[in-house]
C-alpha cells in the first residue's frame, strides 16, 4: 500500500512559470514531511520540510503548502530555472522516530528555457 | 560539516556472486543510518537503519543483510547476488533523536548480469 502519492508523475513548464507538485498521504500519525530533489546519478538532496503544526514552509522560491485536514501538501516552485530539472520525492514520516521515512514515487520536472 | 561517502561508486557482478558496499559518516557522532534501494526511474525503498554500532533492523528483506561494525561505517552484502539487485543504492543518515531528517550519499550504481 502506497503512503505516500504524489501527482503528476511528470511535468514540463516554461524557464519563469510556477511549477507545483503534489503530494497526499494516508497515515494520520506522519507529522513530518520533507520533499528532496534529485539529479540523474545522484543521491536525493532535502529541499525543504515542514512539519505538521505549519501550514505554510518557505524557503527562497521553494514553497511548501500543506493541509493537514485533507492530508494534502503542494511543492510550489516559483521562476522555474533550466537548473531545476529533476525528480522530486515527497516523504513522510513520524517526527522524532527516526527511523522509517516513506517515500512517493516521485515527479520528474522538466523546465524548458 | 558532515560527510557522507559510499564505496565503490559503481559495481558490475554476474549473478551469484557475493557483494559488498560501503559507508562512512565523517563528522557526525552516533547518528542513525540507513540503506536504501532505488530502481532506475523508481521511489526509495529503504532496507535497512541501524540506532548503533551493532544493531541492525531489516525493513524489507530482499536476501541482503546489513551491519555496523563502527560507528561511523555502514556496510550492505550478500552472499548471492540476484538480477534483481540491480540498482542504486544508497546510504543516509539522521540526527540521533533528531527531527526526522535524513541526508543521502552519492550512491552505488549496481549492475547485476
Known amino acids: 500500500q502506497q503512503q505516500v502519492r504524489q501527482s503528476p508523475q511528470s511535468l514540463t513548464v516554461w524557464e519563469g512559470e510556477t511549477a507545483i507538485l503534489n503530494c497526499s498521504y494516508e497515515?494520520?500519525?506522519?507529522?513530518?514531511f520533507p520533499w528532496y530533489q534529485q539529479f540523474p546519478g545522484e543521491g536525493p538532496a532535502l529541499l525543504i520540510s515542514?512539519?505538521?503544526?505549519?501550514d505554510k514552509k518557505e524557503d527562497g522560491r521553494f514553497t511548501i503548502f500543506f493541509n493537514k485536514r485533507e492530508k494534502k501538501l503542494s511543492l510550489h516552485i516559483t521562476d522555474s530555472q533550466p537548473g531545476d530539472s529533476a525528480t522530486y520525492f515527497c516523504?513522510?514520516?513520524?517526527?522524532?522516530?527516526?527511523?522509517?521515512?516513506?517515500f512517493g514515487k516521485g515527479a520528474k520536472l522538466t523546465v524548458s528555457p | 560539516a558532515q560527510t557522507i561517502h559510499q564505496w565503490p561508486v559503481a559495481e558490475i557482478k554476474a549473478v551469484g556472486s557475493p557483494l559488498s558496499l560501503g559507508c562512512t559518516i565523517k563528522?557526525?557522532?552516533?547518528?542513525?543510518l540507513y540503506w536504501y534501494w532505488q530502481a532506475t526511474g523508481g521511489t526509495l525503498q529503504q532496507l535497512f537503519y541501524s540506532i548503533t554500532v551493532g544493531q541492525v533492523e531489516s525493513v524489507v528483506q530482499l536476501n541482503l543483510s546489513a551491519s555496523r561494525p563502527k560507528d561511523d561505517q555502514f556496510i550492505l552484502s550478500t552472499e548471492k547476488l540476484l538480477l534483481s539487485h540491480s540498482g542504486f543504492y544508497l546510504c543516509?543518515?539522521?540526527?540521533?533523536?533528531?527531527?526526522?531528517?535524513?541526508?543521502f550519499g552519492p550512491g552505488t550504481r549496481l549492475t547485476v548480469l
Open positions: 543516509a543518515w539522521s540526527e540521533l533523536g533528531g527531527v526526522g531528517e535524513q541526508y
Open positions: 497515515d494520520s500519525t506522519f507529522n513530518y
Open positions: 563528522g557526525k557522532s552516533s547518528p542513525n
Open positions: 516523504a513522510a514520516s513520524q517526527q522524532g522516530t527516526g527511523s522509517k521515512l516513506s
Open positions: 515542514i512539519s505538521s503544526v505549519s
